[in-house]
């Protein structure tokens, strides 16, 4: 939700980029805008990668309460927290490719 618009002005960008192979610094400025994406991208999945994992049974607990805390909702939530940081990469590179 938070990184598919990105994805998709990504993939329009570069896919647009790639049509005009005859400019020669085409290929730096797609270059430049990968990089700042995942730069990006991979900042706030890190962020997500590093607090979701701890904070999941936290979140579960405050939201849905003890009986949810209790079953396997926190360790499903953060196996997704690391699913999204590489997920959002891919989506990236994929556009990139």
């Given at each position: 939700l ?37 730069l ?30 209790a ?7 953060a ?8 997920a ?10």
């Amino acid at each position: 939700l938070l990184f598919a618009p990105i994805e998709e002005i990504a993939y329009s960008v570069f896919s647009a980029a790639s049509l005009d192979p005859e400019k020669p610094d085409s290929r730096k400025a797609q270059v430049s805008l990968l990089r700042a994406l995942l730069l990006l991208q991979g900042g706030v999945g890190w962020l997500g990668l590093c607090f979701g994992p701890s904070f999941a049974e936290t979140a579960v607990r405050i939201l849905y309460g003890q009986e949810w805390a209790a079953s396997e909702a926190p360790a499903v939530l953060a196996a997704y927290c690391a699913f999204l940081f590489f997920a959002s990469l891919n989506g990236i590179f994929e556009a990139f490719m």
